[in-house]
Nanobody, 118 residues
Framework: VQLVESGGGLVQPGGSLRLSCAAS????????MSWYRQAPGKERALVAH????????YYVDSVKGRFSISRDNAMNTVYLQMNSLKPEDTAVYYC????????????WGQGTQVTVSS
């Protein structure tokens, strides 16, 4: 099983980034996919998740209206479009796969760094 994130980097406040997570080794279209983040000195926290077919999404309040999660089951990839980025969005972003809603992720990626700074 592999989850490989990409797309992180340094961006100025107000800018945008699109994270991607390419999955392999499991039946991607049966899994809920999530994005988590861990800021320095803080615990890892859920940012957003999307249902297996993509019809249902959830966002933590701090990113609602700015971030958008999507998936392409034909490409085994989940995305996180991040707009209007703020310095407090700086963190390592991880994608994760869970077999069902309400079940903790069984698979994790290695993370990608997002730094929002002028």
């Amino acid at each position: 099983v592999q989850l490989v994130e990409s797309g992180g980097g340094l961006v100025q406040p107000g800018g945008s980034l699109r994270l991607s997570c390419a999955a392999s080794g499991f039946t991607f279209n049966l899994y809920y996919m999530s994005w988590y983040r861990q800021a320095p000195g803080k615990e890892r926290a859920l940012v957003a998740h999307i249902s297996s077919a993509g019809g249902s999404t959830y966002y933590v309040d701090s990113v609602k209206g700015r971030f958008s999660i999507s998936r392409d089951n034909a490409m085994n990839t989940v995305y996180l479009q991040m707009n209007s980025l703020k310095p407090e969005d700086t963190a390592v972003y991880y994608c994760a796969a869970a077999p069902a809603r309400g079940v903790g992720p069984g698979y994790w990626g290695q993370g990608t760094q997002v730094t929002v700074s002028s």
